[in-house]
């Protein structure tokens, strides 16, 4: 898909940036949220910015891959910002701000235009939800309905993103839930310890990371961001042009 599922023609040398350490002193059994933690989950934080910063923010990221805008700047991410696609797209597509923003001014040779935005601010993490449809020039003019997630620090940054498919037994969303509220709806933003702090920070060596691993979906997305790269180009050599077929609905 989308924001790294291009062409193979796009490569990039990307570091991983890995955050600082984090310790709990918390018993995780009394308080599995972490609250008041540097290994704080996403449920702990309340927002600092208006809803209407976080729709604008949210939508202003799909601005690096519309080639009809002139960016200015980048959208404010995180430092540890990570993106995350649900399959058929590449999972881990992006674990750091220089990483993100290499990885998006190489999609400009794979162009696109982002229609249909529909972004809105919460007040409960992710803070910001997007709708949007994707149009590739070398698509003819098929449209890729996504839905995406994200979360923000209280510096307003952009710590966390997450995208799915817009399509039925994809979506983590409902017709009775299109904005994916109810509790335990699939994302796994809510389970990455850290997410939930002042800063967003993700210690991948942390107990409480070491801990949550045993969720294979976490443990998945450790074992990416520590090796992100030559991950990211291996799910991209495997999945295959048939993706798009998948991912869109064509």
């Not at 998006?104 to 696109?112: G, K």
């Amino acid at each position: 898909m989308l924001e790294m599922s291009g062409k193979k023609a796009l490569v990039c040398a990307c570091a991983v940036v890995v955050g600082c350490s984090a310790t709990s002193t918390k018993d995780p059994a009394s308080d599995p949220l972490a609250c008041g933690t540097d290994a704080a989950h996403t449920a702990c934080a309340s927002p600092t910015q208006t809803a209407e910063y976080y729709a604008a923010k949210s939508s202003e990221y799909f601005d690096t891959m519309d080639y009809r805008v002139e960016l200015e700047e980048w959208p404010p991410y995180g430092e540890q910002v990570a993106r995350w696609e649900w399959p058929p797209w590449l999972k881990l597509t992006a674990f750091g701000r220089d990483n993100i923003e290499a990885a998006d001014t190489l999609l400009q040779l794979y162009p696109s235009i982002v229609e249909d935005r529909d972004c809105r601010g919460f007040d409960t993490q992710p803070f910001g939800r997007c709708t949007v449809v994707f149009y590739y020039d070398d698509h003819e003019g098929l449209g890729c309905p996504i839905y995406e997630e994200f979360v923000f620090n209280d510096d307003g940054e952009i710590t966390w993103i997450e995208a799915w498919s817009d399509l039925d037994g994809m979506r983590p969303t409902t017709a009775d839930d299109p904005w994916s509220e109810r509790d335990g709806a699939p994302r796994l933003s809510d389970r990455i310890p850290g997410l939930g702090t002042p800063t967003g920070a993700i210690d991948l060596d942390s107990d409480a990371m070491h801990a949550a691993r045993a969720d294979s979906d976490v443990d998945d997305f450790v074992v990416r961001a520590n090796d992100w790269y030559p991950t990211w180009s291996a799910e991209l050599a495997a999945a295959g042009d048939g993706m798009w077929a998948e991912g869109c609905g064509w």
